[in-house]
């Protein structure tokens, strides 16, 4: 298992890109983001890395275009249940606070479970439905790392949120590859930030629970070494956090050997492994989990002061 050093971590909370802050307005908090001026640089050399590494996506040079991009994208998934969200002056945002937890706190703290895992891979299936007008067909967020989900607990169950709207993919591209590397960028982000025995469950979930026949299909050729995937192995490398190649073989292959990419006339793989023990914490109720920062920001889940 290796340690994630993703490039977009690195720009947009190591550089500090953004600067964060909350704001009360009368009962609802809100996230100010803003675009800080020496941003561009950094973008720049973001998009420059993106191609040279064939990544199907760009930062938003344009701060306007950016500010106007993160709240069409937040009042369309997120507006229907209430929540607001506007530009902020000449260089900001301002969204609401929605509620729950970011994904990549369970996932850093090795209490991802399969549960966790299938509300974001539902969540995906849900905003891929909205048609927008800038891709003119089906939405996709270009970035869909567990960091950009915020998930809460509902009962027995659990609900995730996508949120940050930073980069978007090639508007070029078919709505189906995009997408599609929406899932694979998820699977990526979190096959080197576990252990194969924990992500293999939670890997399964989240393919069985996304829905899409005809996309869950062509996984295979996205996840093998040497497939077909749109851009370079250097970007493949930069989203598994520069797992080792035989790892990264090893995990793909025992998802790819499980029954969810199994016909039911199938037979089981004779190389797959049985499953693993899943931990116990796998079968917690989602109180029991619930990690002490909030969302996008790493803040504490206390209201607005």
Not at 179 to 191: A, N, S, T, W, Y
Request: one cysteine or more; glycine letters at 6%.
């Amino acid at each position: 298992m290796s340690t994630p050093s993703h490039l977009l971590s690195i720009l947009t909370e190591g550089v500090k890109i953004n600067a964060m802050r909350r704001e009360q307005r009368d009962t609802r908090c809100f996230l100010i983001k803003t675009r800080r001026i020496w941003a561009a640089p950094i973008l720049l050399g973001a998009n420059a890395f993106f191609q040279l590494a064939k990544a199907p996506l760009r930062s938003i040079l344009s701060t306007e275009q950016w500010q106007n991009w993160e709240v069409e994208c937040f009042l369309a998934l997120h507006g229907p249940e209430g929540f607001a969200a506007s530009t902020h002056g000449a260089r900001a945002v301002a969204a609401e606070e929605l509620p729950g937890t970011n994904l990549t706190d369970f996932l850093d703290a090795g209490r991802l479970t399969p549960a966790m895992a299938a509300a974001a891979a539902r969540e995906l299936s849900r905003v891929h439905a909205w048609q927008a007008p800038y891709f003119d067909g089906g939405w996709s967020h270009g970035d869909a790392h567990a960091g950009n989900f915020v998930i809460e607990a509902r009962g027995d169950e659990w609900r995730a949120r996508i949120i940050d709207f930073e980069l978007r993919h090639l508007a070029a591209l078919p709505a189906e590859e995009r997408q599609l590397d929406d899932l694979v960028g998820f699977l990526l982000d979190i096959v080197g930030r576990i252990e194969p025995s924990h992500w293999l469950p939670c890997a399964e979930a989240f393919v069985s629970a996304y829905g899409t026949a005809s996309l869950v299909a062509r996984l295979p050729e996205r996840l093998l070494p040497g497939g077909t995937a749109p851009y370079g192995q250097m970007w493949r490398r930069v989203q598994t956090g520069f797992l080792s190649r035989a790892e990264y073989e090893r995990c793909m292959e025992m998802l790819l050997a499980s029954a969810v990419f199994r016909r039911p006339e199938e037979p089981p793989a004779k190389a797959a492994p049985p499953h693993p023990f899943v931990p116990a914490f796998a079968t917690a109720q989602p109180s029991e989990l619930v990690a002490k920062t909030h969302s996008a920001t790493g803040m504490p889940p206390s209201r607005c002061s």
